[in-house]
Structures are given as structure tokens and as C-alpha cells.
T-cell receptor, first 111, second 112 residues
Framework: LAKTTQPISMDSYEGQEVNITCSHN???????ITWYQQFPSQGPRFIIQ???TKVTNEVASLFIPADRKSSTLSLPRVSLSDTAVYYC????????????FGDGTTLTVKP | DVKVTQSSRYLVKRTGEKVFLECVQD?????MFWYRQDPGLGLRLIYF???????EKGDIPEGYSVSREKKERFSLILESASTNQTSMYLC???????????FGNGTRLTVT
């Protein structure tokens, strides 16, 4: 299973763009990269998923270089409500989908 | 929208009790998972199931068992609860292929 490494914490200010990088050096060919957001006392919530290059949705972008050994979650113009823990998850696309969560990055957005 | 419901938000049990944590999903997902989350240790997979009556061990199955008699329901069982099983327990479900995990809001279990 691909092990992931993320920064433990990051600070930002409202309105800034935030980039959180996840390292996954032993990612397998079939693995996808998925990011989740978790608020206190709630379960993680899906943000974005990608396999290679760039993916964008209404809340974030995901950049994946050609070697796929890392990925970067980009949150444009963060607000106080984006304060949360962000997890990078790397796993295969079989039905069982057994994947390993990293330790997560605690993002604190300040006014 | 996918809904994963965990039967209890908070539970307090005594050491040695048998504990059942229930999880129900409403999206006909094949795959269901139980994680525990502890400060400094992140989310760790206990068991998962890819079909009715099927189960596979995750990273930390010791002290736990599971049951999946119906597709929508996945139960986590602590045969004899111990204080080191005090934790937040999170259930998740997932469809086929690359679909993401959908989590419930967790059950905070305290074993005294």
C-alpha cells in the first residue's frame, strides 16, 4: 500500500490560496489520489480525486506531476470555514478499495 | 446524496462488555469500512467488506469482529471491550471502481 506523507499543519489567512502537498513515492499503477476534508466531530468528506495531470472542481484543484509521486491540493481564496484537517488518500480502484490514510494536514485559516 | 448513518454518536461502556456499533448506508454500495480515529494516529482501518457476508481484515483487526448480513448494514463488534478501545469509530461506504468513500459522523466510544 502506498504510504502518504503530508505536512502536519499549515496556517493561512482569509482570501489566500493554499497548497497542500502529499508525497506518495510508492504509488501503484492502479492507484488514484483522493483528498478528504474533516471538521471536528464529523466524518471526512470527499473533496477531489485524480489520477494524473490536473483536476478541478467547484471547491479545489488537484495537481499531479507526471511521475505521480506527489500531489498538491489547491484551495483558492480560503475562508475561515476552510479550517479543517485535510487527508490525502492513495488507493486502487478495485471494488475493495483498501487504502491507507496519511496523518492529515491541519489547516488553520486566520482572519 | 449518499447517507451513512451510525446508530449512536456517543457510547459509554464498561470493560468486558460486548459492544455493537451499527452502520447503515442508503446507496446500495458494495463496499463498507470501519475505521477508528485517535489523536496522533489518524484513521486506521479495522475491517472492511466488499459484499454481503464477506469481510477482510484491515490494519488493526485485533479485538474486533464484524458482521454484514445485509448489503446496507455493517456492524462492528467488540467482543469484550477494553479501555484501549476508547476511540472515535467511523463507518464508510463506497461504490464500485474509483468512487470515493462516504463517511458517517462517527461514534465516540468510551470504555471505562
Amino acid at each position: 500500500l502506498a504510504k502518504t506523507t503530508q505536512p502536519i499543519s499549515m496556517d493561512s489567512y482569509e482570501g489566500q490560496e493554499v497548497n497542500i502537498t502529499c508525497s506518495h513515492n510508492n504509488i501503484a499503477t492502479n492507484d488514484y489520489i483522493t483528498w478528504y476534508q474533516q471538521f471536528p466531530s464529523q466524518g471526512p468528506r470527499f473533496i477531489i480525486q485524480g489520477y494524473k495531470t490536473k483536476v478541478t472542481n467547484e471547491v479545489a484543484s488537484l495537481f499531479i506531476p507526471a511521475d505521480r509521486k506527489s500531489s498538491t491540493l489547491s484551495l483558492p481564496r480560503v475562508s475561515l470555514s476552510d479550517t479543517a484537517v485535510y487527508y490525502c488518500l492513495v488507493g486502487d480502484n478495485t471494488n475493495a478499495g483498501k487504502s491507507t490514510f496519511g496523518d492529515g494536514t491541519t489547516l488553520t485559516v486566520k482572519p | 446524496d449518499v447517507k451513512v448513518t451510525q446508530s449512536s454518536r456517543y457510547l459509554v461502556k464498561r470493560t468486558g462488555e460486548k459492544v455493537f456499533l451499527e452502520c447503515v448506508q442508503d446507496m446500495d454500495h458494495e463496499n463498507m469500512f470501519w475505521y477508528r480515529q485517535d489523536p496522533g494516529l489518524g484513521l486506521r482501518l479495522i475491517y472492511f467488506s466488499y459484499d454481503v457476508k464477506m469481510k477482510e481484515k484491515g490494519d488493526i483487526p485485533e479485538g474486533y469482529s464484524v458482521s454484514r448480513e445485509k448489503k446496507e448494514r455493517f456492524s462492528l463488534i467488540l467482543e469484550s471491550a477494553s479501555t484501549n478501545q476508547t476511540s472515535m469509530y467511523l463507518c464508510a461506504s463506497k461504490g464500485v471502481g474509483n468512487s470515493p468513500l462516504h463517511f458517517g459522523n462517527g461514534t465516540r466510544l468510551t470504555v471505562t
